[in-house]
């Protein structure tokens, strides 16, 4: 082989492994390897002084032309290594935008009695009831006197709670809020339609069934010729919202001081339809809230004629429908705040 096919040969040799060099060390030892100072170019360049004199220059020149064209494709494949890192750099850091962020703090969700007093809210809000807050602090002559229960009446023991002084307590029912709502009531702008849900009080031990806080709402309509018609007709579309269409309710004679008639109102057994089952322990009813015609003495007591005006009141217990309607066994879970509870009723919000 002539020096010449010789150097084309390195040239070709050399120009593929560049392009096939992966890495900037493996490039940078292909550059010492081919024009280094002990590389075949090097040696041919020194070798031309054994050439003819005209040889020498043609073999010059190309030994130069490869040199550089070496030279030129080891610099060219160093940008491309560069490029070529950066890229697999970029790739590697690419931030998707669609992705889900990661969770680093958790999103609460609304507490599920919450949610329930705010449904039924709703509801209420609907059929054209105010919803009205009051005092968790209230005078002895709201929670009790106008609601027709007068000091020293054996119904204030059912209701015993936390006193603040001899007038002062915490409520143990959210009935005054009848007294209040009826004093301040105006018929001239038409009926009087409330709810009003709230925080009570009483000085039950603490179990599965009873808190010494819980949640009522009341509901109270004044008007002229209000009848339990009203009363019953009302109560199945609150418990049908609540508990299902298919529910059906009955009322059992029961006694309130301050309403009368009064019921206890009994729902079919949302669990079994009727049949009987554990939950309404084989009877098919489930007992859910109180009721009755607002007793002619509330009436009076807030300068409301009973002659003229008749009414119809109820009170909720948002506490025990969740407990039913979830099944939750232990009211004091709602109280705990244990988030793993909680965090069951996510999404319930309606
Ligand atoms: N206030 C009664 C209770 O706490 C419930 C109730 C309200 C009953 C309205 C009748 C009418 O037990």
């Not at 070798?47 to 130069?64: C, F, H, Q, T, V």
């Not at 915490?170 to 009003?196: W, Y």
Request: proline letters at 4%.
């Amino acid at each position: 082989m002539s020096l010449k096919e010789n150097l084309e040969k390195l040239r070709d040799n050399g120009l593929q492994d560049i392009a096939n060099s992966n890495e900037e060390q493996v490039l940078n030892d292909i550059r010492v390897k081919l024009l280094g100072k002990k590389g075949p170019i090097t040696d041919a360049l020194k070798s031309m002084k054994d050439l003819s004199a005209e040889e020498r220059p043609k073999i010059g020149a190309i030994a130069n032309q490869i040199k550089k064209e070496l030279t030129e494709a080891i610099a060219k494949r160093q940008v491309e290594l560069v490029q070529l890192v950066i890229q697999e750099k970029v790739k590697k850091e690419t931030i998707d935008v669609t992705l889900p962020s990661r969770q680093t703090k958790k999103t609460g969700t609304q507490h599920i009695l919450n949610q329930i007093i705010e449904d039924i809210e709703d509801l209420f809000i609907g059929l054209g009831y105010q919803v009205i807050s009051g005092p968790e602090v209230e005078e002895d002559k709201y929670n009790f006197e106008k609601m027709n229960i007068p000091k020293d009446h054996p119904a204030r023991d059912m209701q015993d709670t936390f006193y603040i002084d001899d007038e002062l307590l915490m409520r143990t029912h959210t009935s005054p809020q009848q007294a209040r709502t009826m004093e301040q009531h105006d018929f001239s702008k038409g009926p009087l339609k409330m709810i009003s849900p709230g925080k009570v009080y009483r000085r039950d031990t603490d179990d599965a069934t009873h808190s010494h806080q819980f949640h009522q709402i009341e509901g109270l309509v004044v008007d002229e010729n209000i009848t339990m018609a009203d009363l019953k007709g009302t109560l199945e579309v609150l418990v049908r919202h609540v508990f299902g269409e298919d529910r059906k309710i009955r009322f059992r004679p029961s006694y309130f001081p301050f309403t009368e008639p009064s019921v206890e109102v009994d729902i079919t057994c949302f669990a079994c339809g009727g049949d009987g089952c554990r939950i309404c322990k084989q009877t098919g009813w489930i007992e859910v809230l109180g009721a009755g015609l607002v007793h002619p003495n509330v009436l009076r007591n807030s300068g409301i004629d009973p002659e003229v005006y008749s009414g119809f009141a109820f009170g909720v217990g948002p506490d025990r429908f969740a407990m039913l309607k979830y099944g939750v066994e232990d009211i004091r879970n709602f109280y705990s705040n244990d988030v793993r509870f909680l965090e069951q009723f996510k999404g319930e919000e309606a």
